[in-house]
């Protein structure tokens, strides 16, 4: 493609990219599609010869854009958010355009040192401990995966990478709590502990981590011959939102030597909040932190900000340096690569550059401050009404929430009335929740944190939750047990 039709191409979409924004609340935020649908639509056939940039558009247009779930649709209430901003698409169109491969400090100097701006001006917004090293990780997955790797060296004195985990004379043992986030576990398969040898701690009766049920596991390894290796602590699980005591817990570890790996992957944003910081109580005591700043601080996937408290640990954990990336300036840069699994890195810092530049601290306080707000109301309307009740406390933006009329007292009813008032909402098109289950209860999922969620779209959802709702239980409870 010449660059003179390029030019046409790109302003041709960055129109239609700006209209999308205008207009995103027209589409249904699901995709409606089924299974097989959009396969159906692809050729069989890649084209042999080359065809017009018009004729793919189209087709994207056409083909692609209904079976796309809207994430950017104020009215998505899904997961977590997986927040865009037009600073952070700018961005990445640079970065796009730049295509460098940003492994190594030479391979791009001012991506590597623009990271550790970067990554320094997220430590002192969102108040984490001034004696950390940030790095910018594709995923939470990854820098749990990487905090899991440097326990597994530390504890064996660099031995399991060299010889192998048959080396290993003790079986070394992960803790994290029964809600925590499957990437522990996933983590733990990868970096060779196994499942079975991940404890899910018990949690009290606010989904948090019950320090001394920590502590008594990790008695009980002690006396048979394991070595605790290494607790997985969240700051803001994925069901519930929960906060473990991270105090308490880091005192645990700092008693038997084991590394403190804090998963704040969705919460850690709502730190740029001053107010919000009391859950970080006992932070200092990490050995290394996530979050994602693709969730919910306005910057596209994948950006995923790793803290870590001796970086010497996680590079002598993953350093490797064949001849071709021996560089003459190694012993005096940072080379990121060394940092995480992956090799390839992109230039990811850039588009947090812009963000930040672009808001600035209290622009991004504002929008975090207002989702949190707009969850409060939705927390306050559920509590209030009679036939709906909150299943696990709010936190920060997140609820969990059902329907439960006077009418239906047996609990598998209940659930079935639930799913269904899910599924209902959902494939009205007008909002996207998704479904959990608290303590074995069927629940709704309400996350609020779209960049441009305001208060209209969750009153606007909670009337459609009213209305179908008081719908479907006029529909009688036959319809309910229909299986
Ligand atoms: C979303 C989430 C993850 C996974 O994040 P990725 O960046 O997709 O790997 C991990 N932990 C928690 C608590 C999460 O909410």
Redesign the pocket.
């Known amino acids: 493609m010449k660059s003179e039709e390029f030019r046409k191409n790109g302003h041709a979409l960055v129109d239609w990219m700006a209209d999308y924004m205008d207009t995103v609340e027209n589409f249904d935020v699901r995709s409606q599609v089924g299974p097989g649908d959009i396969l159906s639509v692809l050729d069989d056939e890649p084209p042999f010869e080359g065809e017009p940039m018009e004729d793919i558009f189209d087709d994207f247009k056409e083909k692609i854009l209904p079976g796309m779930t809207h994430w950017q649709h104020p009215s998505f209430f899904a997961?977590?958010p997986a927040n865009s901003s037009p600073p952070s698409v700018l961005a990445e169109m640079l970065t796009s355009t730049l295509g460098a491969q940003c492994m190594l400090w030479q391979t791009s100097p001012a991506a590597t040192e623009m990271e550790t701006r970067i990554t320094g001006w997220l430590q002192k917004i969102t108040g984490l401990p001034t004696d950390l090293h940030g790095v910018i990780?594709?995923?939470?997955?990854?820098?749990?995966l990487c905090a899991l790797l440097t326990a597994r060296e530390k504890a064996t004195d660099w031995r399991t990478n060299k010889e192998g985990m048959n080396s290993l004379s003790s079986s070394l043992i992960v803790y994290t709590s029964e809600e925590?986030?499957?990437?522990?576990e996933k983590g733990a398969k990868i970096a060779g502990f196994g499942k079975d040898s991940v404890r899910l701690i018990r949690t009290d009766n606010q989904f948090k981590m019950c320090p001394e049920a920590l502590r008594s596991a990790v008695v009980e390894d002690i006396s048979k011959g394991r070595t605790p290796t290494c607790v997985v602590a969240?700051?803001?699980?994925?069901g519930v939102g929960a906060t473990d005591p991270l105090k308490a817990i880091g005192k645990v570890c700092k008693e038997y030597k084991i590394f403190l790996h804090v998963?704040?992957?969705?919460?850690g944003s709502a730190l740029i909040l001053p107010e919000e910081r009391g859950m970080a109580e006992g932070i200092e005591m990490a050995d290394s932190i996530?979050f994602?700043p693709?969730?919910w601080l306005l910057t596209n996937?994948?950006c995923?900000a790793h803290y870590v408290k001796q970086p010497e640990l996680l590079i002598r954990t993953l350093s490797i340096l064949p001849e071709y990336l021996k560089s003459r300036e190694q012993d005096h840069v940072i080379d990121y690569r060394d940092w995480s699994v992956p090799l390839g890195r992109r230039f990811r810092a850039l588009k947090l550059w812009f963000v930040i530049r672009s808001y600035g601290v209290k622009g991004l306080q504002k929008i975090i401050r207002n989702h949190i707000k707009l969850a409060e109301y939705a927390a306050t309307w559920i509590d209030e009404d009679p036939e709906f009740e909150l299943v696990s406390p709010r936190s920060l933006s997140l609820l969990n929430f059902r329907f439960r009329p006077k009418n239906i007292t047996k609990s598998g009813d209940i659930d079935l009335l639930n799913e269904d008032l899910l599924n209902r909402l959902n494939d009205s098109g007008r909002v996207y929740f998704t479904q959990n289950r608290v303590r074995g209860k069927f629940t709704i999922r309400w996350s609020i944190g779209q960049t441009n969620t305001q208060l209209k779209h969750v009153k606007n959802a909670w009337s459609l939750i009213k209305r179908v709702s008081s719908n479907l239980n006029q529909i009688d409870s036959v319809t309910i047990n229909r299986d």
Request: no cysteine; glycine share 4%.
């Open positions: 997961y977590f990780q594709d995923s939470a997955s990854s820098a749990t925590a986030h499957s990437s522990t969240s700051m803001g699980t994925t998963d704040a992957a969705w919460a996530v994602n693709h969730k996937f994948d995923s």
